[in-house]
């Protein structure tokens, strides 16, 4: 992982412990009505390795530290020679057709996976490559392709992961025209953040590396769409969403209350008025009991855009290799602001080199 908290381990137990890093941004400022001065805007930053870099170079970064986090645990020269590479990217829609938009992201993620390696001395098969967009519900449709791929005998292993930065001066400009940052005079606002987070997927146990903790499983990921998305003139119902986490649960063991939700909820009202509707649906329809816990990992590490779902992703696998995890199984779910949805559960057996992993 590459974030404002750090690599992954100190990331996931900063996260525990509730630490957060924000800091005031140094290029863009708001004013609140009846000020003289202006107020800042606070910003989720990686410390360091960002620095400077802005557009395709900040998402090179991102990779690059990601990736080097990796390299601590996993040999990369050898895992991308046998990998299936899937990374979802932030999603520049700007109304053009699903061809042309997936043709953009294609080359945007080539240029940023090609030079983030080159960065680290590693080559990788680049017909192995496969990019996604999608907002924050980037992570699991990448995953769920990645899924289908080793269902598919295609791979036995894949590294699936996403990067995204919205702290960068023209993203927060954008935000506060929109009233959608957090400020003074608009409390239900989002805090940017920016992170990459990467995971290896494996269908049984690992040839590189000694299974010397719990095996962390994913299931498969449930997708949905919902139609009315943000710009809609009606709020969203939450049925798509409830629909996902539903198949989620139905389709795991354990008892109902034996659940935590990872969600992408982010201080905007929308997705929380969404996810509430989602969680009334499932305790009316029985699929959860009581009150549901769930982390949010927006508090902190702000809102990262397409990688939500793999920091979501990673604090619930870290969760179970610390064995603090509170429920069986950890649900994370993603809300994209163009219609998509998503869930998909992790959970460990508690039996080292046995089962899929992670």
Not at 318 to 333: D, G, Q, S
Request: glycine share 12%; proline share 6%; net charge negative.
């Amino acid at each position: 992982m590459s974030s404002s908290l750090g690599p992954s381990t100190t990331a996931c137990a900063a996260f525990r412990a509730g630490i957060v890093r924000t800091k005031p941004s140094e290029s863009v400022t708001t004013f609140a009505p009846g000020d003289s001065e202006p107020q800042p805007v606070f910003v989720h930053e990686v410390l360091g390795s960002t620095f400077g870099f802005t557009g395709e170079g900040r998402l090179v970064a991102l990779a690059m530290e990601a990736l080097e986090d990796l390299r601590t645990s996993v040999p990369l020269e050898s895992l991308g020679r046998e990998a299936g590479i899937f990374l979802a990217l932030p999603d520049f829609s700007d109304g053009s057709g699903p061809v042309e938009l997936a043709a953009a992201t294609e080359r945007l993620g080539r240029r940023i996976l090609k030079r983030a390696l080159e960065g680290l001395g590693v080559s990788w098969p680049e017909e192995r490559w496969r990019f996604f967009s999608g907002g924050s519900a980037g992570f699991a449709l990448a995953l769920e392709s990645a899924q289908r791929a080793m269902e598919r005998h295609d791979y036995e292993t894949c590294v699936v992961g996403a990067i995204d930065s919205l702290v960068e001066p023209g993203t927060l400009r954008y935000l506060l025209s929109e009233r959608r940052l957090k400020t003074t005079d608009n409390p239900v606002g989002l805090v940017p953040g920016e992170a990459g987070a990467i995971l290896v997927l494996r269908k049984g146990p690992s040839r590189l590396e000694p299974a010397t903790g719990p095996t962390v499983d994913i299931a498969a990921v449930h997708l949905g769409r919902e139609p009315h998305a943000r710009g809609a003139k009606l709020r969203p119902d939450g049925m798509a969403l409830a629909a996902c986490v539903q198949a989620v649960l139905s389709a795991g063991p354990g008892a109902k209350d034996d659940v935590l939700f990872i969600t992408d909820l982010n201080g905007e009202e929308v997705r929380a008025w969404e996810w509430g509707c989602a969680l009334l649906r499932l305790r009316g329809d029985g699929a959860v009991a009581g009150d549901s816990p769930f982390w949010i990992p927006a508090t902190g590490f702000g809102d990262v855009g397409a990688a939500a779902g793999a920091v979501g992703a990673a604090l619930a696998r870290h969760a179970f290799l610390r064995h603090y995890a509170p429920a069986r199984r950890l649900v994370v779910i993603s809300q994209s602001d163009s219609g998509e949805r998503a869930a998909f559960a992790l959970s460990s057996s508690g039996i080292p080199g046995t089962g899929g992993r992670t």
